[in-house]
């Protein structure tokens, strides 16, 4: 099974669960750790206008990393975090393909 199979069904439980205490799931993310050598997913849920996010392992459930409240220093730490052990986002590829456009060499 892939690491986004378990990561998906690892953030479908926990959506599930959270839907019976009234929270909203926030959209997840799937990633390879190499040096930890296990998937990850990040996932989380609001509740109330909260936000609770974090990053785990998705195989054994071990929370690496949480965030909770929309403090803006921790959405900083959280995203290094998140960087670190799940590697750069989509977003962040495609801003630095914007910033830095590659050019192609002249045809003939």
Same mark, same amino acid.
């Given at each position: 099974?892939?690491?986004a199979e378990f990561?998906?069904?690892y953030a479908d439980d926990l959506a599930k669960a959270g839907e019976r205490l009234g929270n909203s799931p926030?959209?997840?993310?799937?990633a390879y750790n190499l040096e930890l050598n296990t998937c990850v997913v990040r996932a989380g849920y609001l509740n109330h206008g909260k936000?609770?996010?974090?990053? @785990?392992?998705? $195989?054994?459930?071990?929370?690496?990393f949480d965030m909770s409240g929309n403090d803006p220093s921790k959405q900083s730490?959280?995203?290094?975090?998140?960087?670190?052990l799940m590697g750069p986002s989509e977003s962040?590829? @495609?801003?630095? $393909?914007?910033?830095s456009p590659q050019t192609l060499p002249d045809q003939k």
């Open positions: 099974m892939k690491c990561g998906k069904r926030a959209d997840p993310r799937f936000l609770y996010v974090f990053i @785990a392992d998705s $195989l054994t459930g071990e929370t690496l730490e959280f995203n290094q975090a998140e960087t670190r962040d590829l @495609a801003g630095k $393909l914007i910033k």
